[in-house]
């Protein structure tokens, strides 16, 4: 039998390790064999970010977003991301009420606690800036008026690489709201043979129960923030940053944001291992993840290239 639900009033520090391996342990039957992927995934929820997970059609990437959504028991809503697509499509739109003789506002798939935008670089840069306020500001803006969304509110934003036909790069302002960036890649030869032998991934899905609730993963969110820095922490922290803004190849290193993204990202793998301090192995772990999407290379340079830097970035940097 399945453990019950975790919510808010039960959920404490001394539960989270248990409660997050029973998590990624239900994540593990559905996407396989990608066990450092979804502990990113995890922690990128844990610190209140926004996961953009960018790679070829096919290899998991709204099937994590699916069961990541039902395992952490938050409401779930898709939008496919087309060329076509208008803002309203996102946010919501007013209706005229003849009947009552006023608009009505009709709520989009925007409101939702794990919002998945799928090839969101299909859309124009129109209909990817209805994202922005949304995914910084935790509302929108309808009619002169400001909108709160669920709390929490998530947005897992998949897109294909930007060589592909019909893509539209996203800003590097819309870039820095998402607070990691991964890759699922191809599977395992292991993965792969159970995938060829029937293992199905889609029914699996139909079979998952929430681990979590929505107001378990609010407390532990809170918990992540309370996690401590050592000053050694936060000078190794610093001179990530710094090293990133030294790089003669690197136009634009990592912003405050991105800095702060770093830190809330760390802090959220120690409360996934049981921890109440941050380690140098929680900050290398998500590095990679924080940088390479907000470093800015020579013009030459390509999103591989940057990612190649951004994993160097922990061999370079000395732990104080």
Sequence with gaps: MPAPTLTAVEMSVA?????????????ATIVLDK?????????????????LIEDLPGVGKTTLARALATTLGLDYKRIQFTSDMLPADIIGVSIYRRDRDTFEFQPGPVFSELLLAD????????AQSALLEAMQENQVSVDGSALA?????????????????????LPESQLDRFLMRIELGYPSSTAERALLAGHDSAQRLETLKPV?????????????????????????????????????????????????????????????????????????????????????????????????????????????
Aim: glycine residues 4%; aromatic residues 4%; charged residues 15%.
């Design 212 to 320: 979590l609730s929505a107001s378990s993963v609010v407390a532990l969110q809170r918990h992540v923030t309370q996690i401590h820095l050592s000053d050694s922490i936060i000078d190794y922290l610093q001179a990530i940053v710094n090293y990133t803004r030294e790089q003669p190849n690197i136009v634009a290193g990592l912003s405050p944001r991105g800095a702060i993204a770093m830190r809330l990202a760390a802090q959220a793998m120690a409360l996934i291992d049981g921890r109440q301090a941050v380690y140098p192995d929680d900050v290398q772990a998500v590095a990679p993840a924080i940088l390479a999407h907000r470093l800015r290379l020579a013009e030459t340079a390509t999103a591989r290239d940057a990612a190649a830097f951004a994993s160097s970035v922990i061999e370079a940097v000395p732990i104080p």
């Design 119 to 126: 090839e969101i670089n299909r859309a124009t840069p129109k």
């Design 35 to 51: 066990p450092q992927q979804l502990r990113l995934a995890v922690a990128c929820v844990l610190a209140g970010g926004h996961l």
């Design 149 to 169: 969304l669920p709390r929490p509110f998530h947005v897992i934003a998949t897109q294909n690489p930007s060589e592909q036909v019909g893509t539209f790069a």
């Design 15 to 27: 539960d989270a390790p248990a409660a997050l391996q029973r998590v990624l342990d239900q994540l």
